[in-house]
C-alpha cells in the first residue's frame, strides 16, 4: 500500500518490525483508551484517515476441554473487540469526509472451522458478522467494509508444521500450493481502491480453493 502512494500507520503491541517506513504507534487494540488515542494519534499526524486494515490477532489454540476461559476470551477481545473498537474510533472520521474503506482480517477457520481453533474461529465467524453489519449501517455514507479470510499462507505458523501435515494440507488444496503474504496483500490493496467501490459487506476469501 505504501507503494501504491498510501500514507501508512502501523500499530504494534508485543513487536514491532521497522523495515517499512511508516508511522508507528504502540499500543493494545483491544484496551479502549489506548484504540481511541491510536486513531487521535494517526488523524493528528496525517489529518486524516481513509483506510482502516484491522489485522490484529493473537491464538489460544487447544482443543475444547482443554481450553481455559482466558484462553477463549483472550482471542476474541483482541481479534473481535479490538477490531469493533478501532473500527468505532474511526467511523466517525470516515462518516465526515464522506469516504473511507475498513478491512477486516478474517480466516477460513471463520468459515469452516478447525479443530483445537474454538475461539479462533468464533473471532474469526464474529468478524464476518460483525463486517456484513456495519456495511450496512454505513453504505449510504460512501464507507466500504469488507473482510478478507485467508488460507494456509506461507508465514512462519505454516513453516512451522511437520512435512507431512503440509503434505496431506496441500492435497486439500486445489491449487497445490500455499499462498503468500503477497497474495492477501494485493487483496486488501484491492478493497481499498476505486475498483473496489460499489463491493461492500463481501467476504473474500484467498485460498487457493481450499473451501470452494
Do not use: W
Amino acid at each position: 500500500m505504501a507503494q501504491a502512494g498510501a500514507k501508512i500507520a502501523l500499530n504494534y503491541n508485543a513487536s514491532v518490525d521497522a523495515a517499512t517506513e511508516a508511522m508507528l504507534i504502540a499500543g493494545d487494540v483491544s484496551d479502549e483508551g489506548q484504540a481511541e488515542q491510536t486513531i487521535k494519534a494517526v488523524v493528528k499526524e496525517f489529518g486524516r484517515i481513509d483506510i482502516l486494515v484491522n489485522n490484529a490477532g493473537i491464538n489460544r489454540d487447544r482443543l475444547l476441554l482443554r481450553m481455559t476461559p482466558a484462553d477463549f476470551d483472550e482471542v476474541l477481545q483482541v481479534n473481535l473487540r479490538g477490531a469493533f473498537l478501532c473500527t468505532k474510533f474511526v467511523m466517525p472520521h470516515l462518516i465526515r469526509q464522506h469516504y473511507g474503506r475498513v478491512i477486516n482480517m478474517s480466516s477460513v477457520v471463520g468459515l469452516s472451522g478447525n479443530p483445537g481453533q474454538a475461539n479462533y474461529a468464533a473471532a474469526k465467524a464474529g468478524l464476518i458478522g460483525f463486517t456484513k453489519a456495519v456495511a450496512r449501517e454505513v453504505a449510504s455514507r460512501n464507507v466500504t467494509v469488507n473482510a478478507v479470510a485467508p488460507g494456509y499462507i506461507a508465514t512462519g505458523m505454516v513453516e512451522g508444521l511437520t512435512e507431512e501435515k503440509r503434505k496431506q494440507i496441500l492435497e486439500r488444496i486445489p491449487m497445490g500450493r500455499f499462498g503468500s503474504s503477497e497474495d492477501v496483500a494485493e487483496t486488501i490493496l484491492f478493497l481499498s481502491s476505486g475498483g473496489a467501490s460499489y463491493l461492500t459487506g463481501q467476504v473474500l476469501t484467498v485460498d487457493g480453493g481450499l473451501i470452494a
